[in-house]
């Protein structure tokens, strides 16, 4: 499950381009495997192994690692997406404990998980109180139950979505619950470092799914137009459709050998936020719109239950939005240009 972990902790420390192969391939066959999947390895084991104390890596790493338990990440909130440094929930300072309320919206394998980073700001934080991201912290909650049944105050409920029906996305509730101090990662009043260090990892991530989404699309696409007649002739022979396809083709292979230079760049320890940006714009945006013309491509049929093209279309429909919407991966490119 977590094969980019170090070998310490039960993985073979594999690079960020395998890893990112990986992870098209398990998109390709399986877009919510590889969403549980790229959400343990990126979203939790990046910032436990980057972030995290010895004594935590050890006691959540292995299980991680081994695919035993999962982990969920929890940044988003009901009125808070692209702008993290906004957030609502609170962690209250009691005599070596937090205390945390607040609620967590669109979390990923939190009904399945047993490890949970989670961002809250501090209240009373007095430290660069002029910024927006002040006093907001990363926490590490571990549970001995699976969807923290244990911790008294975490109520966790399902959303209905549209799409990655495997995927849990779930609703999370924080009733004061209490945490030790030792549950900080990282350090306090740092989380947006810790977020924004993760997010670049994810979005690599999502650049990986949209490319095998993509690929999904393309492969069941083709295969029908091979079957499927229309005045005399197969769809693919024809012009409109044929030609089609091979742009899409095109498309999805150079944004992908774009994907891969990023990982490779991180992989070499180079600056990688930008190209991280850039690839999950383009390849999250370029599934989508694959998606939705390889629908048009079976005509009325990609509404029925008959073939799994509707479903790729549904799982596509998110990809530019989560991990930052389309529109924050175009502010993060032009950030460096306003510089004076």
């Known amino acids: ?20 192969c990986i992870s098209s391939k398990l998109a390709e066959a399986w877009p919510s495997l590889q969403l549980i999947w790229s ?3 990126a979203l939790v084991g990046f910032p436990i192994t980057t972030f995290g104390r010895e004594d935590q890596k050890r006691r959540t790493l292995p299980f991680l690692a081994s695919g035993e338990d999962f982990g969920c990440f929890a940044a988003t909130e009901t009125e808070v997406g692209s702008d993290l440094s906004a957030l609502k929930m609170t962690a209250e300072d009691h005599n070596g404990k937090f ?18 980073i989670v961002f809250a700001r501090i209240k009373g934080w007095k430290e660069d109180i002029s910024k927006r991201h002040a006093g907001i912290t990363a926490f590490l909650i571990e549970s001995n139950e699976i969807g923290f049944r244990d911790i008294p105050g975490i109520q966790i409920s399902s959303i209905r979505k549209r799409g990655f029906g495997g995927a849990p996305f779930c609703l999370v509730e924080f009733d004061n619950v209490v945490i030790s101090e030792d549950s900080i990662l990282g350090e306090q009043g740092k989380g947006m470092s810790v977020a924004l260090a993760t997010l670049d990892i994810g979005r690599l991530g999502i650049a990986s799914q949209g490319d095998g989404i993509a690929r999904r699309a393309l492969t069941e696409t083709r295969e029908y137009t091979k079957t499927r007649t229309v005045f005399d002739m197969r769809l693919i022979d024809l012009d409109v459709i044929g030609l089609r396809l091979a742009e899409h083709e095109a498309y999805t292979d150079v944004i992908w050998k774009g994907v891969l230079d990023a990982c490779r760049k991180k992989d070499r320890d180079m600056p990688f936020s930008d190209d991280a940006a850039k690839v999950k714009l383009l390849s999250a945006e370029n599934a989508r719109r694959v998606a939705r013309d390889c629908c048009d491509m ?3 049929y990609w509404y029925t239950y008959d073939y799994v093209i509707g479903d ?6 998110i990809l530019p939005t989560y991990e930052g919407t389309a529109e924050i991966q175009k502010s993060v490119i032009i950030r460096k240009h306003r510089k004076l």
Not at 99 to 104: P, T
Not at 312 to 317: F, G, L, P, R, S
């Open 298 to 300: 079976f005509g009325g």
């Open 312 to 317: 790729i279309k549904n799982d596509a429909e």
């Open 1 to 20: 499950m977590g094969m980019s972990f170090p070998e310490e902790y039960g993985r073979i420390g594999a690079s960020t381009e395998a890893t990112a």
């Open 39 to 41: 959400v343990n390895t």
């Open 99 to 116: 205390i945390l309320n607040g609620f967590k919206n669109l979390i990923t394998n939190a009904d399945r998980a047993r490890f949970m």
